[in-house]
């Protein structure tokens, strides 16, 4: 398997029109995905703060305003909780609205209706209502965008029962998580890693098809130790692995891809195989989801634990307006945890 590679059974082939795979980049492959979505069914709608006639701010929907009309795509007024409240209604009605939040740090002031209300509706409805909404939100840094732009807020809302978490680094897999997300009836905030959105380049298949929410992709096989990421930090994963088997280290690479639900077999399995694990994300030390992922490691492969869980991840403080480099965790800072694993 190489480094590229998923494994098959998270694939869920869907009809749709044939055609030849073709490279495309991650935003292009978000950009598909919306419109396939709107295109096959007329309760999706997308709406946000500029993703009318501009396209959004990444230009993620460029050109679906024009192609589906003003009242499937439509601008909202800048108040993010206008827009998940409006998210939330709609959902509860019967349609599948995709709101976009412009980024993932300006999702504070919609934050009561994402916890109060969207994962609670099935629940307190008793399954009479559900909340079939998604939102997605550039997240992470890498774009020198200062401590406004720039923060990795996934573990606020892995922290709450009924929401699904989901953060994709590729082109296929943000294509297929997506329309995975709009086709389930449970709400959704998907995580878009911006410094990949044109950096990460990958085949994706002319069909239509989803990835199953909750599994996690197998990047490249190894023996000594496994590297855990997702996200943003997944090709500096890979580049400290590459580093690692040019000095005769054989590294497996897991990209979560889900975060709730996780994949806490595939990521057990490969621990009891290598016996160490280093985990990488760019989130803040403190409160980082990879310490839920450490836990689930000690606890159910302790015995197979040649070293201490490592992880590498942002620093404890405000994301920096410079500095992007020295914050997030490189593959210089990958490679001496994978040391210090390896040296235990």
């Not at 709009?182 to 380049?201: M, T």
């Not at 943003?232 to 709730?260: F, K, N, Q, T, Y």
């Amino acid at each position: 398997m190489t480094a590229t590679q998923d494994r098959q059974s998270t694939d869920t082939p869907t009809p749709g029109t044939a055609g030849e795979p073709r490279t495309i980049n991650l935003i292009q492959a978000v950009t598909e995905a919306l419109a396939e979505e709107l295109e096959r069914d007329r309760r999706v709608v997308l709406f946000g703060e500029d993703v009318g006639a501009r396209g959004g701010v990444f230009m993620a929907t460029a050109g679906l305003q024009a192609r589906f009309g003003k009242e499937r795509v439509f601008d909202t007024p800048l108040s993010e909780a206008s827009i998940v409240g409006a998210a939330v209604g709609m959902a509860a009605r019967g349609l599948r609205p995709v709101a976009e939040i412009q980024f993932a740090d300006y999702m504070g002031p919609g934050f009561d209706q994402i916890i109060s209300q969207a994962a609670k509706l099935r629940y307190r409805s008793g399954g009479q209502f559900t909340c079939p909404l998604v939102i997605r939100t550039p997240s992470g840094g890498g774009v020198k965008g200062g401590h406004h732009h720039s923060q990795s807020p996934e573990a606020y809302y892995t922290h709450t029962p009924g929401l699904k978490v989901v953060m994709p680094s590729t082109p296929y897999d943000a294509k297929g998580l997506l329309k995975a997300a709009i086709r389930g009836d449970d709400p959704v905030i998907y995580f878009e890693p911006k410094r990949l959105y044109r950096a990460a380049k990958g085949e994706v298949p002319g069909h239509d098809y989803t990835v199953r929410i909750g599994e996690a992709a197998v990047r490249r096989e190894g023996s000594d130790l496994t590297l855990i990421g997702y996200g943003g930090v997944m090709p500096d994963v890979e580049r400290a692995a590459e580093a690692l088997g040019a000095e005769g280290v054989s590294a497996e690479v897991i990209d979560l891809r889900s975060l709730v639900p996780w994949d806490q077999e595939a990521v057990v399995s490969s621990v009891q195989k290598t016996g160490r694990a280093v985990l990488v994300s760019e989130a803040p030390r403190t409160g980082n989801f990879m310490g839920e992922v450490a836990y689930v490691i000690q606890e159910r492969a302790f015995d197979s634990l040649r070293a201490p869980v490592g992880q590498v991840a942002g620093f404890d403080t405000p994301y920096p307006y410079v500095q992007d480099k020295v914050y997030l965790p490189g593959p210089n800072r990958i490679l001496a945890a994978c040391v210090r694993a390896l040296n235990y």
